[in-house]
Every structure is written in C-alpha cells, then in structure tokens.
Nanobody, 117 residues
Framework: QVQLVESGGGLVQPGGSLRLACAAS????????MGWYRQAPGKQLELVAS???????NYVDSVKGRFTISRDNAKKTLYLQMNSLKPEDTAVYYC???????????WGQGTQVTVSS
C-alpha cells in the first residue's frame, strides 16, 4: 500500500514559478512509474509529466521547456518544478504511482494551482 500526499500548490502570477512535491509512504517507491496529472474546471484529466523507475521522463507538449519532473527515491518524493506559469496551467494537480505489471495504481488527493494576476 502506498499513500501519496501532494503539497506546494497555491496562487501565483503569470510568469511565476511553483514547485510541487508528492511525498510517498510505503515500500517500493523506486519501482513505481510516477506521474503528475492535472484537471482544469470543465476539462478532462491530463497527463502533464511522467518519470519511469529508471528516470526516463515524458512531458505533454504544452509544458515542455517550462516544467521539470524529478524524483528522489531516498526521500520517496516526486517533484514538479513549474516555471513560466500561464493562466492555462490553472488546475488541480495530482500525483500518481503505477506498477502496471503487478496491478498497483495509487493517486494523491490533489493540490490546487492557480495562475492569475
């Protein structure tokens, strides 16, 4: 069993930065593929960025060059550094941990990010 707790959301002006963190409890964090997802009001859930157990990363086109996903396996924590934020980045951001080969899939409760002047 893995529990995920996100933090670091808030209100920021356009062009600003935020760093989200997702702290995991339980065993085997390093074995999970981790991802950040977001859902804006009235829109579908969207994969923002993911990082494999080996450290390979992927990003949705709209955040490439602005967001960076990283993980610290020793601290069992996932990060999302968000720079040059835009109003369209406003959403609830969720952390996800997956091990598809063994059918494990966990989600955090989400953290609100609002980009507005």
């Amino acid at each position: 069993q893995v529990q995920l707790v996100e933090s670091g959301g808030g209100l920021v002006q356009p062009g600003g930065s935020l760093r989200l963190a997702c702290a995991a409890s339980g065993n085997g964090f390093s074995l999970y593929r981790m991802g950040w997802y977001r859902q804006a009001p009235g829109k579908q859930l969207e994969l923002v960025a993911s990082i494999s157990s080996g450290g390979s990363t992927n990003y949705v086109d709209s955040v490439k060059g602005r967001f960076t996903i990283s993980r610290d396996n020793a601290k069992k924590t996932l990060y999302l550094q968000m720079n040059s934020l835009k109003p369209e980045d406003t959403a609830v951001y969720y952390c996800r941990a997956e091990r598809r080969t063994v059918g494990l899939d966990y989600w955090g409760q989400g953290t609100q990010v609002t980009v507005s002047s």
